[in-house]
Nanobody, 121 residues
Framework: QVRLVESGGGLVQAGGSLTLSCAAS????????MGWYRQAPGIQRELVAS???????DYVDSVQGRFTISRDNAKKTVYLQMNSLKPDDTAVYYC???????????????WGQGTQVTVSS
């Protein structure tokens, strides 16, 4: 079983910055893509950024140029650096990790518990 623990959310003024972290632990053979989603009240959860094990990052248009996703494979951790935050960025942010627990197992999706990000105007 893979467990994800998120940290780094909080309250920040518009124009400020926050960095989210998501650390994976448990029985992990390999990790594939890692990403961040967010969900605001009454709005469907959306993909914010994703990063494959090999390759470039993808971002939703609304955060392009302001957010940066990165990963530390040795620490099994994915980060989301958020700059120039806007009130519209207010949401619960969830990390999602694709991982397998043995060489024969298929990749499965795991979700973090979510961390609240609130941007005041």
């Amino acid at each position: 079983q893979v467990r994800l623990v998120e940290s780094g959310g909080g309250l920040v003024q518009a124009g400020g910055s926050l960095t989210l972290s998501c650390a994976a632990s448990g029985i992990i053979y390999s990790i594939g893509s890692m990403g961040w989603y967010r969900q605001a009240p009454g709005i469907q959860r959306e993909l914010v950024a994703s990063l494959a094990s090999v390759g470039s990052a993808d971002y939703v248009d609304s955060v392009q140029g302001r957010f940066t996703i990165s990963r530390d494979n040795a620490k099994k951790t994915v980060y989301l650096q958020m700059n120039s935050l806007k009130p519209d960025d207010t949401a619960v942010y969830y990390c999602k990790v694709e991982a397998r627990d043995s060489w024969r197992a298929p990749m499965r999706s795991y979700w973090g518990q979510g961390t609240q990000v609130t941007v005041s105007s």
